[in-house]
């Protein structure tokens, strides 16, 4: 079963996605989701100069060595860029060869271990009271876990607020947007405002928060203090993640339990948070971190130290990584929680796929391989439009993580 043939798609309905589809001598296509937000013509590039070429007449079942080849070869390991080329391929290999045995991914995975993913949506308001109506919309959708995100007084574009409620996507614009940030303004604002969501809904509703990296560990562990009595299933990123022995301060503070890997792209990011019981979820996933294959190793490794999956699934990954990823959290034996936010409906055409929401959980279906194809006639529809991530300042102009 020869690989004849990969090709890139770069469709734009909505946000940008890139795609990869491999196509074997006999005709059997697979699909992997190539996108890395804000970055996508990189990967893109990575994959039609470098990958696609060498991928021709290479055996599409030998995923495992295909790996190793493109990670081994490179020479340069690791990256986004790279890891999200291999992802890719890796992915397509998966989805070729449950369609090939005419199973879907999980059970070649080793079957279903749970009968649904719970997942996760994002409520978030311009104010607390707004905040309050999304977390009721989610709740009525039949979501059992919330993200909670609030503009904070005084912080021009706070972090995870949109204007469209149930699509959030921060690449807005060809030169980024300037956000700006006070920790200050931040956490003399959010505890309380979280608070009020916990005594509004009461103790079931299971509730999360994302820092995206903009504490140090000392700060994050004054707000996952005052954060205990509200029994948030994660805070996440609460601090840049490149200093994995810098947790220890922060896990000695607080009983909150931590989330953080979305921007992970391998298990030497997180092998040391892992090892040390340093964090309570791993949000790696499948699109960004290697693919199916390496998802699974950190996953096994996260078993052997309590700690639970908890894979990215903002929109800017597309419904092929969300389908992929579904297919392993469905598998493993511990999965703890997946985000999930909502594609708009020209994304959904250009990505036909049989995973569907459910009482707060997604399942993947039934078909052969991914259960995710690609129209190519509606992709071609919507050409690339440049979109780049924000930026963040502090209130003297000084950089900060976004
Ligand atoms: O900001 O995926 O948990 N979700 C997130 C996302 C990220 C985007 C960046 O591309 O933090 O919303
Ligand atoms: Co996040």
Redo the contacts with the bound molecule.
């Keep these: 079963m020869r690989i004849a043939q990969a090709e890139v798609v770069v469709t734009c309905p909505g946000r940008n996605f890139v795609t990869l589809k491999i196509t074997t001598e006999d005709g059997v296509t697979g699909l992997g989701d190539a996108t890395l937000?804000g970055r996508e013509l990189a990967v893109a590039a990575y994959l039609s100069e470098h990958v696609a070429p060498v991928l021709v007449g290479r055996d599409a079942s030998r995923i495992e060595d295909t790996w190793q080849y493109l990670f081994q070869g490179a020479y340069w390991r690791r990256g986004p860029v790279t890891m999200t080329a291999i992802a890719a391929v890796d992915t397509a290999l998966w989805d070729i060869k449950g369609k090939v045995a005419g199973l879907p991914v999980y059970q070649l995975l080793g079957g279903a271990c749970r009968d649904g993913v719970t997942v996760y949506g994002h409520a978030n308001g311009d104010d607390v009271d707004e905040l309050l109506e999304q977390v009721a919309r989610f709740r009525d959708l039949g979501y059992r876990a919330v993200r909670v995100q609030v503009a904070v007084p005084g912080i021009e574009h706070s972090y995870g607020v949109s204007r469209d409620k149930l699509f959030?996507e921060?690449?807005d614009a060809a030169s980024p947007t300037q956000a700006t940030w006070s920790t200050q303004r931040y956490l003399s604002f959010v505890p309380n405002a979280i608070g009020r969501v916990r005594e509004e809904f009461g103790p079931e509703l299971r509730l999360l928060h994302?820092v995206?990296h903009r504490l140090t560990p000392i700060e994050a562990a004054r707000l996952g203090k005052a954060l205990e009595p509200y029994g948030l299933t994660w805070l996440?990123?609460p601090v840049p993640a490149d200093l994995q022995e810098g947790f220890r301060l922060l896990r000695q503070h607080t009983t909150v339990p931590i989330a953080v890997g979305?921007v992970f792209s391998s298990i030497w990011d997180c092998h040391q948070l892992i090892r040390e019981q340093l964090i309570d979820y791993i949000r790696t996933t499948v699109v960004h971190a290697g693919g199916i294959s390496h998802l699974r190793r950190i996953f096994d490794l996260a078993a052997l130290h309590h700690v639970r999956s908890g894979s990215?699934g903002?929109t800017?990954l597309s419904p092929v990584a969300m389908a992929a990823a579904l297919h392993v959290d469905l598998s493993i034996p511990n999965f703890g929680l997946q985000?999930y936010m909502r594609h708009t409906d020209e994304t959904d055409a250009v990505f036909p796929h049989t995973y569907r929401f459910e009482e707060g959980c997604l399942h993947p279906g039934e078909a052969p391989g991914l259960g995710v194809e690609l129209d190519l006639e509606a992709a071609a529809r919507y050409p690339y439009r440049a979109a780049q991530?924000p930026t963040n300042r502090l209130e003297d102009g000084t950089v900060h993580p976004w």
Aim: glycine share 0%; charged share 45%; hydrophobic share 20%.
């Design positions: 937000n959030y921060p690449a994302d995206h996440e990123d979305e990215h903002a800017d985000e991530l």
